[in-house]
């Protein structure tokens, strides 16, 4: 197994309150990923890293943020929850270009 | 517009035979594609990968075929087990940049 936890893996939380998810990897890879699986979609990426403090914006960025303060730790954060985040989000580790990445087990979000 | 479909949203296949999942993209630049596979509240497991200069890989059970031109790429599982019972999704990325995912196809093995 891929050295990658998620926490938490289950949230349910109001709309309309900040919500931060966590990713810890122990592999010392460089990039990491936040995606959302939503039926119909599969994996959509929502931010991803290329080491500390070095993020950029994916498909489906808006009404998230990341940071990255280690290499170890990705956070992505919800600043205000709404209905439509409601979903499965996967964290992902890779290596380096041409080289498969690793996922967490998730965890499922939802918003009511 | 989907750049990576998967035009199957579900098959079934008897155990032993053989199960076959397609995957279509419309970004010539792909150059690298994945198979994952999926069970029920999991993360996505690395499956098989190759690469725009083979048309073809093999791993145990599990081959990927590549045809560039059609801008195809199947994976095929012989003998299919009833433990291959999952959601397969295809990925694509074009010169180590992010993947692209599509929205998976379910197989169901029968046992």
């Known amino acids: 197994d891929a050295g990658i936890t998620q926490s938490p893996r289950h949230k349910v939380t109001e709309t309309g309150t900040p919500v931060t998810l966590r990713c810890h990897q122990t592999?010392?890879?460089?990039?990491m990923y936040w995606y959302r699986q939503d039926p119909g979609h599969g994996l959509r990426l929502i931010h991803y890293?290329?080491?500390?403090?070095?993020?950029d914006k994916g498909e489906v960025s808006d009404g998230y943020s990341v940071s990255r303060s280690k290499t170890e730790d990705f956070l992505l954060t919800l600043e205000s929850a709404t209905s439509s985040q409601t979903s499965v989000y996967f964290c992902?580790?890779?290596?380096?270009?041409?080289?498969?990445?690793?996922f967490g087990q998730g965890t499922r979000l939802t918003v009511v | 517009d989907q750049q990576v479909k998967q035009n199957s949203p579900s098959l079934s296949v008897q155990e032993g035979r053989i199960s076959i999942l397609n995957c279509d993209y419309t970004?010539?630049?792909?150059?690298?594609f994945l198979w994952y596979k999926k069970y029920p509240a999991e993360g996505p497991t690395f499956l098989i990968s190759?690469?725009?200069?083979?048309d073809k890989n093999e791993d145990g059970r599990f081959t990927v075929f590549l045809n560039k031109s059609a801008k195809h790429l199947s994976l095929h599982i012989v003998p299919s087990q009833p433990g291959d019972s999952a959601v397969y999704f295809c990925?694509?990325?074009?010169?180590?940049?992010?993947?692209?995912f599509g929205p998976g196809t379910r197989l169901s093995v029968l046992p």
């Open positions: 970004n010539s630049m792909f150059d690298y």
């Open positions: 990925a694509a990325s074009a010169r180590g940049q992010n993947f692209v």
């Open positions: 992902a580790i890779k290596q380096g270009s041409g080289t498969e990445a690793f």
């Open positions: 592999e010392n890879h460089r990039y």
């Open positions: 190759i690469s725009s200069i083979k």
């Open positions: 890293s290329y080491g500390v403090k070095d993020t």
